[in-house]
C-alpha cells in the first residue's frame, strides 16, 4: 500500500516557534482519513505543509509521491478545503464554476453542476452573501470538481453549526463514494470524524500517538474493569493506555491484538471518542521504541 | 489563469474606462477654443521674432482665462494617476487575496502560483502604464498651443518649458515608468506587509518620497550639466537684489537663458573676471539706483531708476553671471534616462515579489 502523504521528521518554524516538529508519519491510500488531535497539535500547519501552502523548515513530505505543489499537475492531484473555507465574496457562485473550469484541466463542470444543484444554490448569488455552511459546499464543490486524487479538509465543519456541518459530511460521503479518492479530514471533534472516517490518526504535539483502520482500532481497544491490580501484571500483548485506581477497584484502557481470557476483568468495548480521548490525554513522553510501535503500519 | 484576473479587474477597469472617458470629454471640449483663441491672438501666423509679443500675451493671458486652471487641474490628475493605480490596485493585489484567505483558494487550482502573480501583474501593469500614458498623451494634444506659445515667447504663469517640473512628470514617456513603478510597489508592499491598509499608507509614502527625490536631487544630475557664463545688463533677464548693510553685497539670479531657449536652468551666480563667486557689490555700484534698505523692504530699488542701471554697472565692473544649465536638446534623453530608471526598479519590485511568494501562505 502507498502513501498519499508521507513525511519524515518533518518541521515547520514561524518566528520562534514551532508548529510542527519531527513530525514522521505515512497515510496510506484509499482511505477516508481523520486526523484528529488537540488544538495547537500541528493539524493545519501539517495540512498546509502538505498543500504546499507552507514550506518546511525541516524535514521531507511527499504527497502521492511528490513534492507539494510541485507544479501544474501536481496541484491537480490534490485538492484542499482551508478551514476559513474562503471564497471569493464578489464573486458569483456561477463565476466560483467558471474560474473552476479556467484553472484545472480535469475540471467536471457536470459534477460540479450537479452538487450545485443539490444544494440548491442560487448560481447568480455573490459568494459574499452565502451562509457559513453554502460558503463550505461551494469550497468543497471547487476543491471536489477539479477531480483530484487526494482531498484535503482542514477543519471544515469547525465553524458550522451541527445541521450544516451534518450536511456537509454527507456531501462529503457521497462524493467520496462516487469517485476514487482518498480524503485526509482534520477535525477536534471526533463524532464529526466517527461519522466518516475508515482510518484514524491521532496527533499530539506534533508526534503520532496512534494510526490504524478504525475497525482495527475497535476491536483492538477494550475496556477492563475488576478488582484493583497492578497493571504490571498484565499478560505481555496488553498494552495499558489509560488507567484509573480505586482503593478497590481498577479501570484500564488496554490495546491488545487478542482476546482478554482473565475471568478478573470485566470486559467493554470503547467507543472511538474514549479511544482518542485516552491517546490524546497520555503522557506523551514515549521512548523511541514505543513511538516506532505505535507509527502508522502502512 | 488570463479570464480570472480579467473577471477580477473588471471594477478597476471600469474605474479606468470611466476616467478617460471624462477625460476624454473635459479635452476635447475645451480643446478647440483654446486652438482657436491662439490663432486669433496671431500665433498661427507669426514667423520669428514677430511671434515674441503675441506668445507672450498668449502665455500671460492663460491666467486670467479657464485653461490656466484646466491645464493645472488635467496635470494634476496625470500626477496623481501612478499613485492612485499603485495605491487601488497593485497593494490590493496579493494582500487583498490573503487577508480573505482566498489565496489559499487560487493557489490549490491547477496553477502554479508564480503564473498567478505573473498573469496579474501584466494584466494590471499594461493597463496602468497604458491609462496613464493615455492621459498625458490626450493632454499633450490639448496643450499644443500652450507649449508652443512658450517654444516661441516665454513662460509665464502655468505655461513653462518641457523641462519644467509639471510638464516633464506629465508628458513624454514619463507617466509610463510611474505607473509601473507605483503599481509594482503597491503589489510588492501588499506581499511583504499582507495587509491591504497599512500597503496602501506604505506604497503612498514611498512613491511620494522618490516623486519628490526624483526632480530635486537625481533628474538634475542624470547629465553632466553645460556651463555658460553671460554678460550682465539692463536689458538682461536677471534678477538682482541687494542685501547687506547699505546694499554692501547682493545676489543675481538668472531668470533665463539667452539664446538657449528651452533649456533648463538648474542654478545661476554672479562671478568677477576670474570667474569666482562674488557677492560683494563693487563700490561704485552701492549707491546707484539703490534704496540702501535692504531687500526686506520691498527690492530695495527707488523707484523710477529700477534694477536695470545697477545692473548695467555690475556689468561695467566686470562682472558676469554663471549660468549651469541642461540644454533643451538633452529633453528625450532625460526622459528616456528616467523612464528606464523607473521601469528597472518595478522589475526589481516585482522580481522580489516573485521571490518572496514561495513564502507566502
Given at each position: 500500500?502507498?502513501?498519499?502523504?508521507?513525511?519524515?521528521?518533518?518541521?515547520?518554524?514561524?518566528?520562534?516557534?514551532?508548529?510542527?516538529?519531527?513530525?514522521?508519519?505515512?497515510?496510506?491510500?484509499?482511505?477516508?482519513?481523520?486526523?484528529?488531535?488537540?488544538?495547537?497539535?500541528?493539524?493545519?500547519?501539517?495540512?498546509?505543509?502538505?498543500?504546499?501552502?507552507?514550506?518546511?523548515?525541516?524535514?521531507?513530505?511527499?504527497?502521492?509521491?511528490?513534492?507539494?505543489?510541485?507544479?501544474?499537475?501536481?496541484?491537480?492531484?490534490?485538492?484542499?478545503?482551508?478551514?476559513?473555507?474562503?471564497?471569493?465574496?464578489?464573486?458569483?457562485?456561477?463565476?466560483?464554476?467558471?474560474?473552476?473550469?479556467?484553472?484545472?484541466?480535469?475540471?467536471?463542470?457536470?459534477?460540479?453542476?450537479?452538487?450545485?444543484?443539490?444544494?440548491?444554490?442560487?448560481?447568480?448569488?455573490?459568494?459574499?452573501?452565502?451562509?457559513?455552511?453554502?460558503?463550505?459546499?461551494?469550497?468543497?464543490?471547487?476543491?471536489?470538481?477539479?477531480?483530484?486524487?487526494?482531498?484535503?479538509?482542514?477543519?471544515?465543519?469547525?465553524?458550522?453549526?451541527?445541521?450544516?456541518?451534518?450536511?456537509?459530511?454527507?456531501?462529503?460521503?457521497?462524493?467520496?463514494?462516487?469517485?476514487?479518492?482518498?480524503?485526509?479530514?482534520?477535525?477536534?471533534?471526533?463524532?464529526?470524524?466517527?461519522?466518516?472516517?475508515?482510518?484514524?490518526?491521532?496527533?499530539?504535539?506534533?508526534?503520532?500517538?496512534?494510526?490504524?483502520e478504525v475497525g482495527g482500532l475497535l476491536a483492538t481497544h477494550h475496556?477492563?474493569?475488576?478488582?484493583?491490580?497492578?497493571?504490571?501484571?498484565?499478560?505481555?500483548?496488553?498494552?495499558?493506555?489509560?488507567?484509573?485506581?480505586?482503593?478497590?477497584?481498577?479501570?484500564?484502557?488496554?490495546?491488545?491484538?487478542?482476546?482478554?481470557?482473565?475471568?478478573?476483568?470485566?470486559?467493554?468495548p470503547v467507543s472511538l471518542?474514549?479511544l482518542?480521548?485516552?491517546?490524546?490525554?497520555?503522557?506523551?513522553?514515549?521512548?523511541?521504541?514505543?513511538?516506532?510501535?505505535?507509527?502508522?503500519?502502512? | 489563469?488570463?479570464?480570472?484576473?480579467?473577471?477580477?479587474?473588471?471594477?478597476?477597469?471600469?474605474?479606468?474606462?470611466?476616467?478617460?472617458?471624462?477625460?476624454?470629454?473635459?479635452?476635447?471640449?475645451?480643446?478647440?477654443?483654446?486652438?482657436?483663441?491662439?490663432?486669433?491672438?496671431?500665433?498661427?501666423?507669426?514667423?520669428?521674432?514677430?511671434?515674441?509679443?503675441?506668445?507672450?500675451?498668449?502665455?500671460?493671458?492663460?491666467?486670467?482665462?479657464?485653461?490656466?486652471?484646466?491645464?493645472?487641474?488635467?496635470?494634476?490628475?496625470?500626477?496623481?494617476?501612478?499613485?492612485?493605480?499603485?495605491?487601488?490596485?497593485?497593494?490590493?493585489?496579493?494582500?487583498?487575496?490573503?487577508?480573505?484567505?482566498?489565496?489559499?483558494?487560487?493557489?490549490?487550482?491547477?496553477?502554479?502560483?508564480?503564473?498567478?502573480?505573473?498573469?496579474?501583474?501584466?494584466?494590471?501593469?499594461?493597463?496602468?502604464?497604458?491609462?496613464?500614458?493615455?492621459?498625458?498623451?490626450?493632454?499633450?494634444?490639448?496643450?499644443?498651443?500652450?507649449?508652443?506659445?512658450?517654444?516661441?515667447?516665454?513662460?509665464?504663469?502655468?505655461?513653462?518649458?518641457?523641462?519644467?517640473?509639471?510638464?516633464?512628470?506629465?508628458?513624454?514617456?514619463?507617466?509610463?515608468?510611474?505607473?509601473?513603478?507605483?503599481?509594482?510597489?503597491?503589489?510588492?508592499?501588499?506581499?511583504?506587509?499582507?495587509?491591504?491598509?497599512?500597503?496602501?499608507?506604505?506604497?503612498?509614502?514611498?512613491?511620494?518620497?522618490?516623486?519628490?527625490?526624483?526632480?530635486?536631487?537625481?533628474?538634475?544630475?542624470?547629465?553632466?550639466?553645460?556651463?555658460?557664463?553671460?554678460?550682465?545688463?539692463?536689458?538682461?533677464?536677471?534678477?538682482?537684489?541687494?542685501?547687506?548693510?547699505?546694499?554692501?553685497?547682493?545676489?543675481?539670479?538668472?531668470?533665463?537663458?539667452?539664446?538657449?531657449?528651452?533649456?533648463?536652468?538648474?542654478?545661476?551666480?554672479?562671478?568677477?573676471?576670474?570667474?569666482?563667486?562674488?557677492?560683494?557689490?563693487?563700490?561704485?555700484?552701492?549707491?546707484?539706483?539703490?534704496?540702501?534698505?535692504?531687500?526686506?523692504?520691498?527690492?530695495?530699488?527707488?523707484?523710477?531708476?529700477?534694477?536695470?542701471?545697477?545692473?548695467?554697472?555690475?556689468?561695467?565692473?566686470?562682472?558676469?553671471?554663471?549660468?549651469?544649465?541642461?540644454?533643451?536638446?538633452?529633453?528625450?534623453?532625460?526622459?528616456?534616462?528616467?523612464?528606464?530608471?523607473?521601469?528597472?526598479?518595478?522589475?526589481?519590485?516585482?522580481?522580489?515579489?516573485?521571490?518572496?511568494?514561495?513564502?507566502?501562505?
Amino acid at each position: 500500500m502507498s502513501a498519499v502523504i508521507e513525511t519524515s521528521n518533518l518541521g515547520r518554524q514561524y518566528r520562534r516557534t514551532w508548529a510542527l516538529r519531527d513530525c514522521t508519519l505515512a497515510i496510506p491510500e484509499g482511505h477516508v482519513v481523520g486526523l484528529v488531535g488537540p488544538n495547537g497539535a500541528g493539524k493545519t500547519t501539517l495540512l498546509r505543509l502538505a498543500t504546499g501552502m507552507l514550506a518546511p523548515t525541516r524535514g521531507t513530505i511527499t504527497v502521492l509521491g511528490q513534492r507539494p505543489a510541485a507544479g501544474p499537475a501536481q496541484l491537480a492531484r490534490v485538492g484542499f478545503v482551508a478551514q476559513d473555507t474562503a471564497v471569493y465574496a464578489r464573486l458569483t457562485v456561477a463565476d466560483h464554476l467558471r474560474l473552476g473550469a479556467w484553472l484545472n484541466p480535469g475540471w467536471d463542470d457536470d459534477l460540479a453542476r450537479q452538487r450545485i444543484g443539490q444544494l440548491a444554490l442560487d448560481p447568480k448569488q455573490r459568494a459574499g452573501s452565502l451562509s457559513g455552511g453554502q460558503r463550505a459546499q461551494l469550497a468543497l464543490t471547487l476543491a471536489m470538481a477539479k477531480r483530484p486524487e487526494l482531498l484535503i479538509l482542514d477543519e471544515p465543519v469547525a465553524s458550522l453549526d451541527p445541521l450544516a456541518r451534518r450536511e456537509f459530511l454527507q456531501g462529503l460521503m457521497e462524493a467520496v463514494a462516487d469517485q476514487r479518492l482518498s480524503v485526509v479530514l482534520s477535525s477536534h471533534l471526533v463524532a464529526d470524524l466517527e461519522r466518516v472516517c475508515d482510518y484514524l490518526v491521532v496527533l499530539v504535539a506534533s508526534r503520532v500517538r496512534v494510526a490504524g483502520e478504525v475497525g482495527g482500532l475497535l476491536a483492538t481497544h477494550h475496556r477492563l474493569s475488576g478488582p484493583r491490580r497492578d497493571p504490571g501484571s498484565l499478560p505481555a500483548g496488553q498494552e495499558v493506555i489509560t488507567e484509573s485506581h480505586t482503593d478497590k477497584q481498577s479501570n484500564l484502557l488496554v490495546r491488545t491484538g487478542g482476546p482478554v481470557l482473565d475471568p478478573a476483568w470485566a470486559v467493554t468495548p470503547v467507543s472511538l471518542e474514549d479511544l482518542v480521548l485516552a491517546y490524546m490525554s497520555r503522557a506523551g513522553d514515549e521512548t523511541p521504541a514505543r513511538r516506532q510501535h505505535l507509527g502508522v503500519a502502512s | 489563469m488570463i479570464r480570472l484576473s480579467l473577471l477580477q479587474f473588471r471594477i478597476q477597469a471600469i474605474t479606468a474606462a470611466v476616467t478617460l472617458a471624462a477625460f476624454t470629454i473635459l479635452l476635447a471640449a475645451t480643446g478647440p477654443h483654446l486652438a482657436s483663441t491662439y490663432a486669433a491672438d496671431g500665433l498661427g501666423s507669426c514667423h520669428g521674432s514677430s511671434c515674441l509679443s503675441p506668445a507672450t500675451y498668449f502665455t500671460a493671458s492663460l491666467a486670467r482665462s479657464p485653461y490656466g486652471p484646466l491645464f493645472l487641474l488635467s496635470t494634476g490628475i496625470i500626477l496623481l494617476a501612478p499613485a492612485v493605480i499603485g495605491l487601488f490596485w497593485g497593494a490590493p493585489l496579493i494582500a487583498r487575496e490573503l487577508e480573505t484567505g482566498t489565496a489559499t483558494l487560487a493557489w490549490n487550482q491547477s496553477v502554479t502560483r508564480t503564473r498567478w502573480l505573473a498573469v496579474k501583474l501584466a494584466i494590471g501593469g499594461l493597463t496602468a502604464m497604458a491609462v496613464t500614458e493615455a492621459l498625458s498623451l490626450m493632454q499633450t494634444w490639448w496643450a499644443v498651443p500652450i507649449s508652443q506659445a512658450v517654444a516661441d515667447g516665454s513662460g509665464a504663469g502655468v505655461a513653462q518649458s518641457r523641462f519644467s517640473q509639471l510638464n516633464f512628470a506629465t508628458h513624454g514617456i514619463t507617466p509610463i515608468g510611474y505607473a509601473a513603478f507605483a503599481f509594482a510597489l503597491g503589489v510588492t508592499a501588499g506581499a511583504l506587509i499582507r495587509r491591504t491598509l497599512p500597503a496602501m499608507a506604505v506604497t503612498l509614502a514611498v512613491f511620494a518620497a522618490l516623486q519628490v527625490a526624483m526632480p530635486l536631487w537625481v533628474r538634475p544630475n542624470l547629465a553632466p550639466p553645460d556651463h555658460v557664463a553671460i554678460a550682465v545688463t539692463g536689458q538682461g533677464d536677471f534678477s538682482p537684489a541687494p542685501t547687506g548693510p547699505g546694499g554692501s553685497t547682493f545676489t543675481l539670479l538668472a531668470v533665463t537663458i539667452p539664446g538657449r531657449p528651452g533649456a533648463w536652468l538648474l542654478s545661476s551666480g554672479p562671478v568677477n573676471a576670474a570667474g569666482q563667486p562674488v557677492s560683494t557689490t563693487p563700490a561704485a555700484c552701492t549707491s546707484v539706483g539703490n534704496t540702501g534698505q535692504s531687500s526686506a523692504q520691498g527690492n530695495g530699488f527707488q523707484a523710477g531708476q529700477g534694477p536695470a542701471a545697477f545692473l548695467d554697472c555690475l556689468g561695467r565692473h566686470g562682472i558676469r553671471e554663471a549660468l549651469t544649465y541642461q540644454p533643451a536638446s538633452r529633453y528625450w534623453r532625460f526622459q528616456a534616462t528616467e523612464t528606464a530608471i523607473y521601469l528597472a526598479l518595478a522589475l526589481a519590485l516585482a522580481g522580489y515579489g516573485f521571490r518572496r511568494l514561495g513564502r507566502l501562505s
